[in-house]
């Protein structure tokens, strides 16, 4: 028993066991054995009450959150985030309505913070198609009147809870201009896509007609960070720079009109395609991205075994290669150039 996660304390580790029997299926059996264990764990090291009021909270949080988006899993979702300071007769307002609005025409679900400025205009936007996960701030950020009260809108003590929530539920992230927690909010979904800790997704800037928000914000980065060397300078393909809110929509369904999705497996890493590639084109993406590969070439597969266990979109073609699973803006290029085919 001791050579797996537990407690190392046999009568603990037994009673774990039989409460986990009773309130778990055989396929989440184990994951809820340690998450048990966790808890007793936090006990036998005496935590702090003050940690222990923030896993409490934090946990929490995350299953009330789970529980209301599992219904809606099967919808696309795009998060907005912008400044809550604009008012309605911005052009950033504006153009944060018409996104929504053209967006959800399309199919889409809109996830805001739920405030004003550009969340009230995303809320107002996608109406009952949006979701807003609102912060509790010492100065109480209220809900803006468009969005949607009951399960549609969520409470977060949190702001990381909440980032994972804005992430996680999303299928894309769309960003007007703002302040700081607009760009925090920026740096955070590029870092994640970045260092591979979120799955390949279109980033859309917007900018109104007039404004050089992110202009000067991309010049920043060219200057500084490119230009420094903290910073590759393929990794500007991980997003998009648009003037207009039809532009950044044809830029999400763009994004996913071949391409699928991506599951890691072991050192393979998998690209679920709407449609099959022809053999031609996947001889261009191995002479064109070659140099991101640790070994082999990139191929047509069938589903692993993994995926095969999980039901796992098991009908849609796929690519199968040996990702170094470290240069993400050229795999996001390489996303591009398959949407192209």
């Not at 009952?128 to 100065?139: E, G, T, V």
């Not at 796992?312 to 699973?325: E, G, I």
């Amino acid at each position: 028993m001791y050579g797996k996660y537990s407690t190392e304390k046999a009568e603990i580790d037994r009673e774990i066991e039989e409460i986990t029997k009773r309130y778990s299926t055989p396929a989440t059996q184990e994951l809820f054995r340690q998450m048990f264990t966790t808890v007793i764990k936090l006990h036998l090291d005496n935590a702090d009450i003050f940690d222990l009021r923030l896993i409490n909270a934090s946990l929490k949080e995350l299953r009330h959150s789970f529980r209301i988006f599992h219904n809606y899993r099967g919808i696309p979702k795009v998060t907005i985030w912008g400044s809550a300071r604009v008012k309605p007769d911005t052009k950033e307002y504006q153009m944060a309505l018409e996104f929504a609005r053209t967006i959800s025409k399309k199919g889409y679900m809109v996830i805001t913070g739920g405030g004003g400025g550009v969340m009230e205009a995303g809320n107002c936007g996608g109406g009952n198609k949006s979701f807003a996960i609102n912060i509790s701030l010492p100065n109480m950020q209220k809900p803006n009147p468009f969005v949607i009260k009951g399960e549609k809108l969520i409470e977060f003590k949190y702001f990381f809870d909440r980032k994972l929530m804005f992430v996680k539920e999303s299928n894309a992230t769309v960003l007007f201009p703002g302040g700081f927690g607009t760009n925090d909010e920026a740096f955070e979904i590029l870092t994640l896509y970045q260092t591979g800790k979120s799955v390949p997704r279109p980033i859309i800037m917007i900018e109104p007609p007039g404004s050089t928000y992110w202009r000067s914000w991309l010049n920043f980065i060219k200057k500084e960070m490119i230009g420094g060397g903290f910073l590759p300078e393929e990794d500007l393909n991980l997003f998009t720079i648009v003037a207009s809110a039809k532009k950044a929509a044809a830029e999400i369904l763009d994004f996913y009109r071949v391409y699928n999705s991506i599951r890691f497996i072991g050192p393979t890493t998998i690209i679920r395609l709407n449609k099959k590639l022809p053999d031609f084109f996947i001889k261009r993406l191995n002479k064109d991205f070659a140099d991101i590969l640790t070994g082999g070439k990139i191929g047509a597969c069938e589903p692993t075994a993994e995926e095969i266990k999980d039901k796992d979109l098991v009908k849609l073609p796929r690519l199968s290669m040996h990702f170094d699973r470290h240069r993400y803006g050229k795999l996001n290029l390489m996303i591009k150039k398959i949407n192209e085919s």
